[in-house]
């Protein structure tokens, strides 16, 4: 295994499949943020069970938080390989002539969601961690759409959190198409529609995400 | 036309080398670009300065030779040509054309804008050959019945010559196109299909070892490739990849 992902195809496999178990984790955050715009109780409830059931918490987090990571470390790892495979720049480059901006600079836009991940687990995951274990309360029930309406009443962190979602756009719009590829899905049946659904989701989640934000944020000023 | 070049200089592969700039006059438009460096050439020679290395061979497109980096892209503006293909009506009287060699780790300078691409030749030793019954009683390659896409797929895979444009243009340096091609070229035909596993796990490691980068699926590759190779077999040679390992003989 680990002679496998030192070839530089294998480190393509991982990348896409830690990429496609994000893609995936990204839609099932979405879904429950966006019940928090229909139904407070409905919200509340799976933000509940999410955060209390032993399986999610002690099965799936541990995947999740190894699955960010090494899509972090690995990404990093391929960027800093990639720059040394040419240790002297062209001084004259065209590279917008076969090549879209979004291909070319996913470690931009990806430490541009790291950073965002940073502010995001600040706000949320952090003081839910000390209030889980180490102040011992798990079980008020209805506290996280108030948890929510009160964060998102900050016009700076909705700011921040909408630019993110602009970034994370770009990240997904080459990124989820990539995947398909690197894995060795490609040909011309159904290429064109893996990259219209590429489009679609890389447009629709984050959009998803910042309508939720700014959502209770103008529900902030009419309270 | 008259034009002003930008030229990469250096004098060999351990000396430091620099953008030049030379002025050209009377430049005719039906002129090749390696004409027009012919002429530059003749004048730099005529003055007693050391002319510009350049590689060229066949100057029609099929040897692979030629291997200039011409404003920002391998070969030049123009889409599925070689640098020798290339032709000056390309340009305007009056413009400055930047000319560079491919930059990667693996494909050395030898001297100004020409480069070592020895590298190619060695993953292609490491697979990219076929086992041959030379017992006497050789089967005839046309009397062996092949669907007709995967002699389609495979002809255009062969098409690649070698030039690396792919890694020229690729962010990344990355040979992956050049290499899935002479995977895709064997693996999709009869008689490729005794070392159709070691192949692939050979030429990856060889490519890897040479230096040169990852794949991130920018695509660039294939866009200035002067043989339009497809996307299509770096995903074969993905698949190829992953089937060796898993199920390794």
């Known amino acids: 295994m680990v002679a496998l992902i030192r070839t530089s195809v294998a480190r393509k496999y991982a990348m896409a499949l830690s990429g496609f178990f994000l893609l995936f984790f990204l839609l099932q955050h979405l879904t429950i943020n966006f019940t928090s715009i229909l139904s407070a109780e409905t919200f509340n409830f799976l933000s509940h069970f999410m955060g209390t059931n032993p399986f999610v918490q002690y099965a799936l987090q541990p995947v999740l938080a190894f699955g960010v990571f090494f899509h972090i470390a690995m990404g990093i790892v391929l960027e800093l390989q990639n720059r040394a495979a040419r240790d ?19 470690i931009i836009t990806g430490i541009a969601v790291l950073l965002f991940l940073g ?12 209030l889980k274990f180490i102040d011992g309360v798990w079980n008020i029930e209805d506290r996280y759409f108030s948890e929510l309406q009160h964060k998102f009443a900050d016009p700076i962190r909705t700011a921040l959190y909408v630019l993110s979602f602009g970034f994370l756009a770009l990240h997904l719009l080459h990124g989820f198409q990539s995947a398909f590829q690197s894995v060795g899905f490609r040909n011309n049946k159904y290429t064109p529609t893996v990259k219209l659904l590429a489009n679609i989701y890389g447009v629709a989640v984050p959009l998803g995400f910042i309508v939720v934000a700014l959502y209770h944020y103008f529900g902030s000023l009419t309270h | 036309m008259n034009l002003t070049l930008k030229i990469w200089r250096q004098q060999d592969a351990n000396s430091k080398g620099a953008m030049h700039t030379y002025e050209v006059s009377d430049i005719s438009e039906h002129m090749s670009f390696l004409e027009m460096l012919d002429v530059l050439n003749e004048g730099l020679v005529a003055k007693g300065e050391s002319p510009v290395a350049f590689d060229h061979d066949c100057r029609e497109g099929i040897c692979g030779m030629c291997s200039l980096y011409i404003n920002g892209e391998p070969h030049g503006p123009d889409r599925a040509i070689t640098t020798c293909q290339l032709h000056m009506r390309k340009f305007k009287d009056g413009e400055t054309i930047h000319i560079e060699p491919w930059r990667a780790k693996a494909f050395p300078v030898i001297k100004d804008l020409t480069v070592d691409r020895s590298s190619f030749d060695r993953i292609i030793q490491a697979g990219g050959y076929v086992s041959v019954n030379t017992s006497g009683n050789t089967q005839d390659a046309n009397a062996i019945p092949i669907p007709k896409a995967d002699a389609d797929n495979a002809f255009d895979a062969a098409t690649c010559i070698g030039c690396g444009a792919c890694v020229a ?17 064997l693996a999709l035909l009869p008689q490729g299909q005794v070392e159709r596993k070691d192949r692939v796990m050979n030429m990856v490691d060889q490519m890897d070892k040479e230096g040169f980068g990852n794949c991130t699926n920018t695509g660039a590759c294939s866009i200035e490739c002067p043989k339009e190779i497809s996307l299509d077999n770096i995903a074969r040679m993905n698949r190829e990849f992953l089937i060796a390992s898993v199920l390794p003989e």
Do not use: G
């Open chain 1, 119 to 130: 502010l995001h687990f600040y706000d949320f995951w952090f003081p839910e961690l000390k």
């Open chain 1, 88 to 106: 002297l720049n062209y001084s004259y480059s065209n590279p917008a002539a076969s090549s879209t901006w979004m291909s070319r600079n996913m």
């Open chain 2, 169 to 185: 243009a690729c962010k990344n340096a990355s040979a992956m196109l050049f290499v899935s091609a002479k995977v895709s070229q």
